[in-house]
């Protein structure tokens, strides 16, 4: 049984094409949205033949999911403070320089506009979300484990907590979130967690 197009991930000398397809296509998402992307377009701001991408890909919805995928590949990694109110603010941090960064900002916003009227960008956006926060949630756990957070703390609700202010505030305002509205998501997830309000 073949592989769904766009989720083989190619090595070897066929990295690179990769590589310049998904550049190119965050381009295009981040200057024109979802509605500008095209496969042709994309086809020919990577130097690539139209050809090998929609073999390799197949649609729109299957590039916007690979490229939701290697975004989730190359974030950067969480830090680790010592603290748990540490920990989560540099979640905050993080997710707001992503925010305000030109392209990302950006692109992020035409990737959730499309989410809410097409499926697979909506799944390939919740595999995205689920990496991220698997990926921070420790940070909840370890705080649980140094009597920081009580015992049933659900350590990603609290990760998400972090986020949604400022993807609200993005989302609703068109204004980027700037630190103090950073600080205060992850003071204010800090202090519902410490009260006990993510226990499960």
């Known amino acids: 049984m073949s592989a ?8 070897g000398r066929t990295a690179r094409v990769r590589a310049a397809v998904l550049e190119a ?3 295009v998402l981040a200057e024109q949205g ?3 992307l095209d496969l042709a377009d994309v086809a020919r701001r990577a130097d690539v033949g139209k050809t090998t991408v929609y073999r390799r890909w197949g649609s729109v919805t299957g590039l916007v ?12 990694p969480r830090e680790e403070t010592g603290s748990a109110l540490g920990d989560l603010r540099a979640n905050a941090a993080l997710v707001r320089r992503t925010l305000a960064d030109s392209r990302q900002g950006a692109l992020f916003r035409a990737v959730i506009a499309a989410a809410t009227c097409d499926a ?6 919740r595999r995205f979300y689920g990496v991220r926060v698997a990926e921070w949630s420790p ?22 907590a ?14 980027i979130p700037d630190t103090p509205a950073a600080e205060r998501a992850a003071r204010a997830a800090h202090a519902a967690a ?6 499960t």
């Open 120 to 125: 697979r960008t909506a799944q390939a956006l």
């Open 65 to 76: 999911a690979d490229l939701l995928d290697d975004m989730a590949e190359q974030s950067l």
């Open 139 to 160: 940070c909840v756990e370890q705080g649980v484990a140094r009597g920081e957070f009580p015992a049933g703390t659900d350590a990603e609700a609290v990760v998400r």
């Open 162 to 175: 972090v986020s949604a202010p400022l993807y609200y505030q993005l989302l609703t305002t068109g204004e």
């Open 25 to 27: 296509a965050g381009d």
């Open 194 to 199: 410490v009260a006990g309000v993510y226990v």
């Open 4 to 11: 769904e197009p766009g989720t083989v991930r190619p090595g």
């Open 34 to 36: 979802f509605d500008g």
